[in-house]
C-alpha cells in the first residue's frame, strides 16, 4: 500500500505531510517521557523486522494480486502507539530514500496510512479493549484479524480518498474503492494472523513486554531473548526469504491495474513531482530491492523475466537489499529511540 507520487498532488501531499509532521513531534514528545529503558532497542530491532517482514508479498488466492505485512498493528501492540508511529515512519522513510518503494511527495500519506489508522485509531479504541491479556489465545488471535482488517480498510480509504482529493490521475472514487477495500479486507486476514503469531511468541517468552497485556508494577525483565529472536527472524526473512515473495502486483497495483490497464499511474513530469524524482533516483541505491542496471540490462532482464520467472527468485540484489535495509531501519528507529531517552535524562537533570 505504498502510494507513487504519481497519485498525489502537491497541495494533497504537502497537508498530510503536515499532518504527519505533526504526529511524528506528538510522538516524539510521548516517547520522550516514557521511564521505559527497553523501548529504544526495542523499536529498532522492530524497525529492522517490519522492513523484513515487508519485503514478503504473499499471494491472495484467485485473484493475481498480493499483499504484505503492513506492521502498523504490531508495532502499536509491542511499542505502545507512540513508538510505533516514530518506528513505522523510520521504515517508510528507509523505503522511500533508499529503494524507491512510494514516492517521497507520498511519503506523509504513506506513513499517516500505515502508521495514524492502526496506532491511534485501532489499537487503542479497537484491539485494547477487546484482547486485555493478550497471551491468552482464545482472544489473541480474533482480536487480532479483526484490528488488522480494520486498519487495512481504514488504511485503504485513506488511499483512495488522497487519491481522488489530489485529482492527478483518472482513477474514479467509487470503483477504485470497490477494488481496494476487499483486496485489503483478505490482506488483513493475513497481516492479523502473522501479527497474532508474533505477539504469542513475545507474550510466552516476555509477557510484560506486550504493551497490552497487564504489566507488574515495575517490571523490568530482560528482553534480550525477545530481541534476539526477532533480530534473527529479520536477517534469515530479510536475507533469504524474502526471495519467496509473489510476483503478484500488490493490492494497491491490482486495484488500479483493474481500473486503468496498467499497474502505474503516469504523474506530471514536471515541477515538484519532477524535483522529487531526481532526488530519489539519487538516493535510492538499491531501487526496487535489488542493484541497479543500466537501461540495456535491464530491458534484457525484462524481457528474460517475462519469458520465465523463476520461483523462487534467488537474487544476490533481493538479499543484500534485505539486510541492508533492516540495518537501515535497526539504526534509525533505535537512534530515534535511545536519542529522545538521551533528551529525557537531560530534561531530568
Known sequence: MHMADALVSPAVGGTVWAATAGLIAYSAREVKRSSDDRLAPMM??????VFAAQMINFSIPLTGSSGHLGGGLL?????????????????LVVQALFFADGGILALGCNIFNMGFFPAFIVYPLLYRPLAGDSRIA???WPVSILSAVVALLLGASGVVLETTLSGVSELPFRTFILLMLPIHL??????????????????????????????????RGDL???LIGLLAAAVVVGAAVSWFASTHPDGLEWSIAKVSGSEEVAGASVGVHERLAQVQETTA?????????????AALEESSASESEAWPAVDAGTSVSGLIGGTIAF????????????RRVAAVR
Open 138 to 140: 482464545s482472544r489473541l
Open 75 to 91: 508495532l502499536a501492540i509491542l511499542l505502545g502507539p507512540h513508538a510505533a508511529f516514530l518506528t513505522i515512519a523510520s521504515v
Open 224 to 226: 534480550r531473548p525477545v
Open 44 to 49: 529498532g530491532v522492530l524497525g529492522a523486522f
Open 331 to 342: 539504526l534509525l528507529a533505535g537512534i530515534v529511540g535511545f536519542g529522545l531517552k538521551r
Open 186 to 219: 483478505a490482506i488483513g486476514i493475513v497481516e492479523g494472523l502473522a501479527t497474532a503469531a508474533v505477539v504469542g511468541f513475545v507474550a510466552r517468552a516476555r509477557p510484560e513486554a506486550v504493551n497490552a497485556s497487564p504489566r507488574v508494577s515495575g517490571a
Open 285 to 297: 541505491f538499491l531501487p526496487d530491492y535489488g542493484f541497479k542496471s543500466n537501461e540495456t540490462e
